[in-house]
Every structure is written in C-alpha cells, then in structure tokens.
C-alpha cells in the first residue's frame, strides 16, 4: 500500500532540506567624486573652524539657545501657578478699558453742556434751580465774542476791559500778591469788599462816565486794551444799562452842591429806581446804596445781599444791568438756614453763581474775568458764613450769660465746621493718625495730577486759551477722572481698610489729589516701582 510517511516525513530529509546555503561578502569603500560646489562649501567650513571668532559666535549661539530654552520652562511651570495679587492689579490696570469724559449731552432744562459720567441734576438739580436767564450781548460785546481771531487776547484783556467799565472798586482788606510767573495768577487776602466812589474822584470808571472819556481812553492804550473794544462797550452801555442812564441825573442839578443818587432794590421785573437826594435830605443807612457827588462822606461799601453787587462790579458780564443774587433791604441779618434764603429768592448764592456760569457762553469767553467773578463770589460766600458765625456767637453768648456785655467782643474761634479753619485742620489731621494707629501704616502714597492737555479741556479752548483761563472745565474734568481712578482702586485693590484724599490746587491752576490708601494685604516692596504706571492718558 502506499504509505505517506514513508516516502515524505523522513526527519533527516527533513533537516537536510531546511539547512540554509552559507555565504561570504567583502566590504569594499565606496568614493563618491564631489563636484565643485559641494568642495568649495567644505574648503569654507574648514577655515571657520580654524577661525577663533567663528568658535566664540557658535558658544555665543549655543548660550543664547540654553537661555530661551530655560526660560521657555520658567514660563511653563508659571502658567501653572495662580498669579499674586499684584501682578493681577497690575494686569487689570494695563487691560482696564478707561471711560475718557466726553462733551456728549445738553441739559433740556437749563441748557448746560454735560459731559458723560455727570449726573442729569449736576447743573440746575433736574430743573429745581433754574436761575432767569440773561439777556443776550449787545451788539458791541456780541461781535468782540463771536470773533475768533482776537478769543485769546480777548480772554487776557477781559478784566482790563470790565476795569475800564466798572462803576465800583473792589478791594480786600489784607491786600493783593501778584505771581510774576506765567499763567498770570494773584492771591487776596482778607475780606473782599465792594464800594462806590465819589464821581468827582479822578481815575475811576464814574467820573470817565459823566466828565472825562478820554482818560478812559488813555488808561486803555496804557492797559494794552484797542480803542474799537472800548468804544464798542461804551456805546453798548449808553443804550442798554440802567446805571449809566441813571447817573445822567447828577447833570439836572446845577453847580457843585454835594449830593446822592440812591439806588433802590430791584422789583419783581428785574428794574430799579434811583432817587436823587440833596446832601441834608440823605438818611444814612447802612445798606443804602449811594453815589456821591461832592461829599465828604466815606464811600459807600455795597452789601454782600445786594442784589446790585454783581452788575455794579462786572458790566461786561452784565451789560443790561441784570439783577444779581440778593437779598431785599429788608433782611436783618445773614442766616445759614437754607430754607430761609430760599423762601426770599428761591435759590442759594452757591447755586445761583453754579447756574450762571453753566448755563450760559459768555463766562467761557471771558475767561479771565470769569475767574476773578469765581473768587470774588467765593469770597462773598465765606463772608456770609463768617458773619452767621460771628452774629450767631453772640446770640449764644448773651443767652448763656445775660449779664454778658453788649457790646463787648466775643472771642471766636472758628469750629470745625468751617472748612480751612484751626479746628477743622486739626480733626482732620487727628482723624487721619487714628486710622493710621488702628489699621497700621498705608501701603500707597499716590499723587493723581491734572494734565491741561486732556482731550475734554482741549476741545472747550478757543484760539490762544489755555487751561488756566478755564478753571471750571479743567475742574469738571479732573473730578471725573479722579472719581473713575478711584473707582478702579476701590474694585481691583480688593478690600481697603482706609483711603485719605486731599485736592489742592497749584498756582498755575491746575488741580492734583493726594491719595493715601491700605490695603488689606502686603504688598512686597519689589513690587512697588512697576505697579502703578501711567495707563490712565487721555
């Protein structure tokens, strides 16, 4: 029978079969030829290597390789660490997206100019102080404040043209320092006053009305003022101001007896009457208005509550001779009750000034005037609050004690209540060491400054006007920076323990806050110099 494993499954068939055949090879070297190129590139590879320069270019290279690599790793491992306080604030500083005040909006009641970030009441509280509106320039004064070409100078020559004008003279009882440096700035101390002089006085605006206008004339050229600026006001004030048509009665008596123009109040309509007295007729009242003419009396200090006190020293202001703030003759004395000074006029002299200068264009034209009616009104505000102190020591005195001496003076120390006073500096100073005792020293000092070429100051300049002729603008602006400043210290410091803020304003008018503020954290010292950089540029 046929029989498989017979004749296929030998095993030492088997294994013969598998046995591979074995070879032998010889490595021969290969030499491939070069071509020119390829021998010209490693004829240049062998001088650098034997070039010194080259060898300290490649460790140069090689250094600066190791350097990026490492810090590639630091930067890796630091992802995966959270961020200090610090470097967070810093970053949120450098990211934070910065609200710049724009002009954006007009009051509907009052008509004010607003700028994004103030309130709608800002101007006249949501239409519950609205002050009467005055009436428009003159013809004169319109087309000197329409003009363009001449805002800056006639910004710088406004105070020198309303002293050329003015039918009273404005002093202070401490007296005047002028600052020689530029912008032009002065300092008053003392209590400002008002008073009317004899018109028989030479060198003053009541005699150039009635006797000389060629000294008016001469004063302007010496003031730099330009003869069609004066002329332009003095025809403007001859047709449309009550008070130089009023003092055209002194020319219906004869000769050079002595007597008075009395100036009544002003009636519900915004006229006055003026009354012409011979020299023994006059009742002598303290707040009687008098113009003198060939008296020996003293002149006639004007009442800080006249309604007079405004048009009488600022005609260029008030041509038509509108009715200031005041107060009827009736008043007997100051009040700081606020609901009493409304109740007689409707408003306070703070909020009447505030709607003035908001509400209409021309304080923005006569720059430098309207800085010294700012300070004059100012002034007038303090006095008022000095007064009420002072009658109101009195009263206290005289009821604690009724055998008190009428007319003795009481001593009067100012209290805290009064801004500036020794008292009110001394509660603050104290106010800030108990925070200091209490919560440790601050971690910050910062100074925030005003910078007079911010967009919002800029764009409400005419032509020659600098920030100093705009302290309201510059004001408005500052505030609102400062407040969103601080906005981001209160919300990316995390908590504060305390923050101390004091405004001070330089001499060249700009403003700038000092800020003290602790943190409820350490702050290391490394970390001061780079974290509060300049990132808020308008």
């Given at each position: 029978?046929?029989?498989?494993?017979?004749?296929?499954?030998?095993?030492?068939?088997?294994?013969?079969?598998?046995?591979?055949?074995?070879?032998?090879?010889?490595?021969?070297?290969?030499?491939?030829?070069?071509?020119?190129?390829?021998?010209?590139?490693?004829?240049?590879?062998?001088?650098?290597?034997?070039?010194?320069?080259?060898?300290?270019?490649?460790?140069?290279?090689?250094?600066?390789?190791?350097?990026?690599?490492?810090?590639?790793?630091?930067?890796?491992?630091?992802?995966?660490?959270?961020?200090?306080?610090?470097?967070?604030?810093?970053?949120?500083?450098?990211?934070?997206?910065?609200?710049?005040?724009?002009?954006?909006?007009?009051?509907?009641?009052?008509?004010?100019?607003?700028?994004?970030?103030?309130?709608?009441?800002?101007?006249?509280?949501?239409?519950?102080?609205?002050?009467?509106?005055?009436?428009?320039?003159?013809?004169?004064?319109?087309?000197?404040?329409?003009?363009?070409?001449?805002?800056?100078?006639?910004?710088?020559?406004?105070?020198?043209?309303?002293?050329?004008?003015?039918?009273?003279?404005?002093?202070?009882?401490?007296?005047?320092?002028?600052?020689?440096?530029?912008?032009?700035?002065?300092?008053?101390?003392?209590?400002?006053?008002?008073?009317?002089?004899?018109?028989?006085?030479?060198?003053?605006?009541?005699?150039?009305?009635?006797?000389?206008?060629?000294?008016?004339?001469?004063?302007?050229?010496?003031?730099?003022?330009?003869?069609?600026?004066?002329?332009?006001?003095?025809?403007?004030?001859?047709?449309?101001?009550?008070?130089v048509n009023h003092l055209r009665n002194f020319g219906d008596v004869p000769g050079n007896s002595s007597v008075a123009l009395e100036l009544q109040d002003h009636t519900a309509s915004g006229e006055f009457a003026a009354i012409l007295h011979t020299a023994n007729t006059v009742d002598l009242q303290p707040r009687k208005i008098l113009i003198w003419r060939n008296s020996n009396e003293q002149p006639t200090f004007i009442p800080i509550t006249s309604r007079h006190y405004e048009p009488l020293q600022y005609p260029v202001l008030f041509p038509h001779g509108s009715p200031g703030w005041g107060l009827p003759s009736t008043y007997t004395?100051?009040?700081?009750?606020?609901?009493?000074?409304?109740?007689?006029?409707?408003?306070?002299?703070?909020?009447?000034?505030?709607?003035?200068?908001?509400?209409?264009?021309?304080?923005?034209?006569?720059?430098?005037?309207?800085?010294?009616?700012?300070?004059?009104?100012?002034?007038?505000?303090?006095?008022?609050?000095?007064?009420?102190?002072?009658?109101?020591?009195?009263?206290?005195?005289?009821?604690?004690?009724?055998?008190?001496?009428?007319?003795?003076?009481?001593?009067?120390?100012?209290?805290?209540?009064?801004?500036?006073?020794?008292?009110?500096?001394?509660?603050?100073?104290?106010?800030?060491?108990?925070?200091?005792?209490?919560?440790?020293?601050?971690?910050?000092?910062?100074?925030?400054?005003?910078?007079?070429?911010?967009?919002?100051?800029?764009?409400?300049?005419?032509?020659?006007?600098?920030?100093?002729?705009?302290?309201?603008?510059?004001?408005?602006?500052?505030?609102?920076?400062?407040?969103?400043?601080?906005?981001?210290?209160?919300?990316?410091?995390?908590?504060?323990?305390?923050?101390?803020?004091?405004?001070?304003?330089?001499?060249?008018?700009?403003?700038?806050?000092?800020?003290?503020?602790?943190?409820?954290?350490?702050?290391?010292?490394?970390?001061?110099?780079?974290?509060?950089?300049?990132?808020?540029?308008?």
């Open positions: 029978m046929y029989s498989k494993s017979e004749t296929f499954c030998d095993p030492s068939h088997y294994q013969s079969a598998r046995r591979p055949a074995s070879f032998t090879f010889f490595s021969l070297p290969l030499t491939m030829p070069l071509n020119r190129e390829q021998e010209a590139e490693r004829g240049r590879r062998r001088r650098r290597e034997q070039d010194d320069n080259f060898r300290e270019r490649e460790r140069a290279r090689a250094a600066e390789r190791r350097r990026a690599a490492r810090q590639d790793r630091v930067e890796r491992q630091r992802s995966t660490v959270p961020l200090q306080w610090w470097d967070a604030f810093k970053h949120a500083l450098q990211n934070y997206n910065w609200q710049v005040p724009t002009w954006n909006r007009n009051c509907a009641r009052c008509g004010a100019h607003l700028m994004r970030g103030e309130r709608t009441e800002f101007c006249c509280a949501s239409g519950k102080h609205l002050i009467p509106p005055l009436p428009p320039l003159p013809t004169g004064l319109a087309s000197l404040a329409n003009n363009p070409r001449i805002a800056g100078s006639l910004s710088s020559k406004s105070r020198s043209l309303n002293y050329l004008f003015n039918f009273t003279a404005i002093g202070v009882t401490g007296g005047y320092t002028h600052f020689k440096s530029h912008p032009s700035s002065v300092s008053m101390t003392g209590r400002t006053y008002h008073r009317m002089l004899d018109t028989t006085a030479p060198d003053h605006s009541l005699h150039w009305f009635l006797f000389d206008e060629q000294h008016r004339d001469l004063r302007a050229t010496e003031y730099g003022v330009p003869s069609h600026w004066v002329e332009a006001v003095r025809q403007d004030l001859h047709r449309v101001n009550p008070y004395g100051p009040s700081n009750d606020e609901d009493e000074v409304r109740n007689r006029l409707g408003h306070t002299l703070l909020q009447w000034v505030k709607g003035r200068v908001l509400s209409d264009s021309r304080f923005l034209t006569f720059r430098r005037l309207t800085s010294e009616y700012l300070c004059d009104m100012y002034s007038r505000i303090e006095e008022q609050r000095l007064l009420y102190i002072r009658r109101n020591r009195d009263r206290l005195a005289h009821e604690r004690d009724p055998d008190f001496p009428e007319h003795d003076p009481v001593p009067i120390d100012l209290p805290a209540s009064f801004m500036g006073s020794r008292r009110w500096a001394s509660m603050q100073t104290a106010d800030g060491l108990a925070l200091a005792r209490k919560y440790g020293r601050a971690s910050f000092f910062i100074t925030f400054t005003c910078n007079p070429e911010w967009p919002e100051i800029t764009s409400c300049l005419r032509p020659g006007q600098s920030a100093a002729d705009a302290p309201v603008i510059v004001a408005r602006a500052f505030k609102l920076r400062l407040q969103a400043f601080m906005a981001v210290l209160r919300t990316k410091l995390g908590l504060l323990k305390y923050m101390i803020k004091v405004i001070e304003f330089q001499k060249r008018g700009l403003p700038h806050a000092h800020l003290i503020i602790k943190v409820n954290r350490t702050v290391p010292v490394r970390t001061l110099p780079p974290l509060f950089t300049p990132h808020f540029q308008g």
